[in-house]
């Protein structure tokens, strides 16, 4: 299991896939990943219909998939729902991969600041009425929150995929680098920052910032950025 095209990392993608269509037809990969901010208009499934049989899809959530209602129906009730790693471990071509969408918000947890509630139901016990009726809103719900972090980093994992940027990353968060280092993790993929580049955390952590609808394999090779 060495070959390293087998799995393709995808940048935000804003609605527009083809470098990673193209990319998957031409490598036959095993598995594309994608970190978030699809930004549909339509169900996710309609964008990838080239490759969906050629590959498996898996996904993140990132902050502009909670946008709007539409686009978070066409992401999290899409045919490919099954296949989110949000706060999961699934192996993936061999290596098991963690997922951790969404984004640190200052309202609910905003490291290195303490968080600000136990969990979603210590917030919703403290809001009004009509909020614990509704649930959490769409912005809420693109929150990194503490309790699930813990949980995840309880788990083990070769690679871990987010959409926020570990600590390296001008506007990064350590409280990455801690969650890779509880797992094991050996490599971090991330978009979000639109940023491509290699870095190295302690304990060999390698990171690989992927930049909006770029792709790239598990040695960090970037393949060609194509528009549709």
Known sequence: MSRNNRILFAGDPHGDFQSLIDAAIENRPDAVVLLGDCDLERPLEQYLQKIIGLTRIWWIPG???????????????????????????????????????????????????????????????????HIKKNGLSLKLKSAIWHDEVESLKRLKADILVTHEAPGCHEYGFSAIDDIAKAMGVKKIFHGHQHDSYYAKLPYDIEVFGVADRSVVDLSGKFYPVKTD
Do not use: C, T
């Open 63 to 129: 902050n502009h998939d909670f946008d709007f209602p539409r686009r978070y129906h066409y992401l999290f009730n899409s045919e490919l729902a099954e296949y989110g790693l949000h706060l999961k471990v699934r192996e993936i071509a061999g290596l098991r991969i963690a997922g951790l969408g969404g984004i640190f918000l200052g309202r609910i947890w905003y490291p290195p600041q303490k968080p600000r509630w136990k969990n979603k139901a210590h917030y919703l016990a403290s809001q009004p009425g």
